[in-house]
Structure formats: structure tokens, C-alpha cells
């Protein structure tokens, strides 16, 4: 199952429908309408079990059961007011969480179990930061970049310019795209993006695929989540 906005792009989400059934998020009088369809508000996935906040609507995690996907609550749920909005936003890979660790739920940091823990000031951590495997990353955060590279780590920076967020100047990388396997999901055309190319030469360094889900700029949707 895939897992994104309800405010995607249509065409978007008519390509991810070749990779499986759709979960669309929408919400009311959780958070701010900029991201109330956000996966990464709500989600956050570690291994293999998805941590979902308490405050959404249960129709969703109804599917998750008809479907047998293993997810638990948080603890804590998301509110209108920053810091509160980002407490599910982490990113956890195999080895590594990253988040501004003096807000993340605490259900994520036992479930994070022994991975190593790496604090950024970002609270928005996985609207600007794309895992990719192997802990190689790509962020639109000049700080998250600092701390990641700091730690021994592979990481291209891009500017958010240029990636459509309604009500904000911009929105971010990591909001954009996705991953399955080697594919990297990519909400819009790099050719629309500026440092585009940067990322084309990124993936394929790394051996990864851009797979551009619809001819327009890029949008942040809040994460595609492959599960």
C-alpha cells in the first residue's frame, strides 16, 4: 500500500496506482491546512511497525488492520502549534534516528530500539530530509546537512526554492518524494527544478532511479510512504 496527500496531483496519483492501492490522507481541525494531509505528520515508520498519531481519525488505521499492516499509537497527539505539528516528522532508517530529538513522541525513540540517535534543531525533520538507502541522504536544510555530514555521512543539499507548499514560499525535499526499493518517487519533473540535475546525478551515483510522477513542479505532499 501507498500511503500520501489526498491533494497530490491527480496525474501523480494515477502513476502510483501501477505500484499499489492508495491510502489518501485527509484531515480537519488537527494541524494547519499546509500539512493536514501529510503523511509524515501522522506517521512514522520504524522497521517494521508504522507509529501513528493518536490524533488521527481511526479510519485509517481501520485499514491498516484490514490490510494486517503492524502499526501502534504514539503517545502524544499532533496540535495546530509548532513544535507540537512535528513530533511524528522523524526519519528512522536501519541504523539511525534523526530528529530534533527534545520533541519526538516517545513511542519512537523505544521502538528506535538501538539505533544511534542524532539530534538536529529541524523539528520538520522528514519534510526535509529524503532517507535513502544506505543511509545516504538528500536535504533541503542547511543545518540537517551540517550535522549529517558532521557524522561521517553522504548527503546532497538542495535549495527548497522552486517546490510548491500552498500557503508557504516553499516547500522541501523530502515532502516531494518516496522510495521503493531502488526507485525514488518523485512528486513532479526534476527538468522543473532547478537543481534538478543535482539530484539526477546524486541517484545515480547511488544507483537509484528517478521515477517522475507527473510532467509539473515539484509538489510537497508530505512524504510517500511505501508499505
Not at 536501519?94 to 542524532?118: C, E, F, M, W, Y
Not at 523539528?123 to 545516504?136: A, F, I, K, M
Amino acid at each position: 500500500m501507498i500511503i500520501c496527500d489526498e491533494r497530490l496531483p491527480y496525474p501523480a496519483k494515477v502513476r502510483l496506482t501501477d505500484f499499489g492501492e492508495l491510502i489518501e490522507i485527509h484531515t480537519e481541525n488537527i494541524t494547519y491546512g499546509a500539512i493536514s494531509g501529510h503523511p509524515d505528520i501522522f506517521f512514522c515508520p520504524v522497521g517494521d511497525v508504522i507509529v501513528v498519531s493518536p490524533a488521527l481519525p481511526s479510519i485509517y488505521t481501520d485499514i491498516f488492520n484490514a490490510h494486517g499492516i503492524n502499526w501502534m499509537h504514539g503517545l502524544k497527539p499532533n496540535t495546530f502549534n509548532y513544535p507540537e505539528s512535528a513530533i511524528y516528522n522523524a526519519v528512522v532508517t536501519d541504523s539511525l534516528l534523526i530528529h530534533n530529538l527534545v520533541i519526538t513522541d516517545p513511542v519512537i525513540k523505544a521502538k528506535a530500539g538501538t539505533r544511534k540517535q542524532i539530534h538536529v534543531n529541524q523539528g520538520y525533520t522528514r519534510c526535509n530530509l529524503l532517507p535513502l538507502p544506505d543511509d545516504v541522504f538528500i536535504t533541503s536544510d542547511n543545518g540537517i546537512y551540517s550535522v549529517l555530514t558532521g557524522e561521517g555521512l553522504d548527503v546532497l543539499y538542495v535549495n527548497p526554492n522552486g517546490i510548491l507548499l500552498n500557503g508557504f514560499p516553499n516547500g522541501f525535499i523530502g515532502g516531494v518524494c518516496g522510495v521503493k526499493q531502488d526507485k525514488v518517487f518523485i512528486a513532479g519533473s526534476l527538468s522543473q527544478y532547478k537543481e534538478g540535475q543535482k539530484i539526477r546525478d546524486f541517484l545515480a551515483l547511488h544507483a537509484l532511479t528517478p521515477f517522475e510522477l507527473y510532467d509539473g513542479p515539484l509538489f510537497d505532499g508530505g512524504s510517500i510512504f511505501f508499505i
